[in-house]
Structure formats: C-alpha cells, structure tokens
C-alpha cells in the first residue's frame, strides 16, 4: 500500500511538473489569471455598489419600520421589490471605464458600439459587455527554443514586443483572443526569420532582425485593429560547444593576425637597414665608426662578453687597437 502511495505522489507531481513545463513553454503565459482580481479589474465601480448598498438599507429600513407600525405584509412586499429591482438594476445599469479602456457592447447579440472612456449605462440582460480593451502600449515577452537557423545550428532567441490596439471594435470582432493570437504571431514570425539567417547574421545583425520581425508581425495584426510599435531581441543562446569552438576560432584569427604585423614589422626594419646601408656603401670610414661605436655599446656593460669576427677585427684594425689600449692602461697603473 506504501508503494502504491508513492508512486501514486510520485505521478501527481510528475504531472504537475509537465503541466508547469507546458505553462512555461506558452508564448502567452504571462496573461494567465493566477491571482484574484480586485474590483477595478473585475469593472465593479463604486457609483454602482454604492447605490446597490443604499438601495438595500432603505428598503430593508423601510419593511421593518412598516412591519412594527402594523402594515400590512403585501404593501411592505409591493414597496421592498421595487426598491430591490431598481437598485439591482442601477448596479448592472451603470459602467464606468478607465481612461485607458473602450468597452465592447452587444445588444442581443449585436454590435452596439464602443463605450468609454467615463461613465455609461447599459441596458441589462438586453445589453452585454462582451470584452474591455485596454489601449495603452502593451509589452509580450516570446521567444523560440531550440530553432534551426540557415546554416543548421540551433538557438534560442528571446525577444519583446511593444504593441498597441489602434481599433478595439476590430479587435473585439476579428479575432477571438487578440493577446493570445499577437503571442502566437510573434512566435511564428521569430522562427520565420531565424530559419532564414545564418548565425553569424543574427549575431551581429540584431536591427535587422528586429525591422524584419516587426514588419512580418504588423502586416499580421493591422487586420486585426493591433499596430507594432518596435521589436527588441534581448538576448540570443547558442550551444555550449558552438560557443567554445568560437572562441578558439577567434583566438586562431588574432594570433594570425599577431603574426602578419609581426612579419610586416620585420619587412620594414629590413627595408629601413636596407636603406641606411647605402650610406656606407662608399664610406668605409663611416662603416667602421659605426662598428667601433656597436663594440663600444656592448663592452661598457659589465660582465659584458662580445664575439667578433676576425674578419672585422682585421678590416677595422681593431687589433693594434685594443694592444696600443692594454699598453696605455699598463702605463696607468705603473705610474699608479
């Protein structure tokens, strides 16, 4: 029994977890009512509940004080109902809409007319308000998971849309859930257009992408009494390993880059050392000056030790040279 029980728990929250996970996946999980509404959502104005409250206060005030002074029971009926009927009446008669909204009235099924923003009447049971349609800008997150682009690679693009209902009586009439129907299309466009690009397009090509979109959504929802006003994609997700080997490309494409400059350097030292040997070319005298000063560099430096050719060391006489120096140094240090 034990076992049964667990497994039975176990089912239930596997399938809450799936009924979660399809939640999650909706494009237009945002709209869903998890939580009560208040009065204003629920269009309960004050005027109405008010006049109802007054209305059942007087008419129970009233049969009671005609009850104790010995009226009879089918007057104190024939003045409680009115009272009651009329004040039901003002309670479902009287509408009020925010600054921000049109309500959709039927009358027997028939399209009456917009009502709105402000204080209205209604006619109830005869009229109905069908839908109330808020007219600011209104933002829809959507994304695609896991969609192909030209060159094959899955992503996953996460994306926002700002949009705004430009004729309520279309959208009332046109479409049966405006919210609903944008989040789709928005969807359904997004994968349109990712499986139209390479990745490297939808990577640094973002504006695109979003004029695209927004063009596809609009001519979608103009039908429906919906304008788009911009399309925003915040952020795109590729696969890890993709992502790694990226990055090893583009670190393969600085260090090449690291190694042209690095060539092009040499190619112009030795164009500048191919340019300063013309003026030694004829001045043997110049040349080796300019050896005498490059021994004279590398000897001043202590423990310094410096290998020249003899070759050199015969062409500049540097051999008499450094003897007629040792000589003078003995000569120092004798007289020292």
């Known amino acids: 029994m034990r076992d049964k029980n667990r497994n039975t728990q176990d089912n239930n929250q596997q399938g809450n977890q799936n009924e979660n996970g399809a939640e999650n996946l909706s494009p237009f999980r945002y ?65 009020v809409a925010r600054q921000w909204e049109k309500a959709v009235v039927l009358r027997m099924g028939k399209m009456r007319g917009l009502r709105g923003p402000g204080l209205f009447w209604i006619v109830p049971i005869l009229d109905s308000i069908t839908m109330w349609i808020d007219q600011r800008v209104m933002v829809t997150p959507f994304s695609a998971e896991k969609t192909l682009t030209r060159d094959t690679v899955p992503v996953n693009v996460d994306a926002v849309l700002f949009w705004l209902v430009w004729d309520a009586e279309k959208a009332a009439l046109e479409v049966e859930n405006y919210r609903a129907a944008i989040a789709w299309a928005s969807q359904t466009a997004l994968r349109e257009v990712i499986g139209q690009m390479t990745l490297a397009d ?12 927004q063009k596809i959504i609009d001519e979608r929802t103009t039908p429906w009494g919906i304008t788009v006003q911009s399309v925003e994609i915040r952020d795109v997700v590729i696969p890890a390993d993709l992502e790694d080997a990226m990055s090893r490309q583009a670190q393969a494409e600085r260090e090449r880059q690291a190694r042209v400059i690095l060539g092009e350097s040499e190619m112009q030292i030795a ?66």
């Open 31 to 95: 709209f869903s009512k998890s939580k009560q509404q208040s009065m204003a959502e629920q269009h309960i104005n004050g005027i109405s509940m008010l006049i109802l409250i007054v209305g059942i206060l007087i008419a129970t005030a009233g049969a009671v004080i005609m009850d104790s002074v010995g009226v009879r029971d089918g007057i104190i009926f024939a003045v409680f109902v009115p009272i009651m009927v009329l004040s039901f009446y003002l309670f479902f008669a009287i509408q």
């Open 202 to 213: 939808i990577l640094v090509g973002r504006n695109k992408m979003d004029a695209d979109l």
């Open 271 to 336: 164009s500048s050392f191919e340019s300063a040997s013309q003026s030694y070319i004829n001045n043997p005298t110049a040349l080796h000056l300019r050896a005498m000063n490059m021994l004279f560099e590398g000897l001043k430096e202590k423990g310094a030790l410096v290998i020249v050719p003899s070759s050199a060391v015969d062409t500049m006489n540097l051999g008499g040279l450094s003897g007629m120096v040792s000589l003078a140094q003995q000569n120092i240090n004798t007289d020292k």
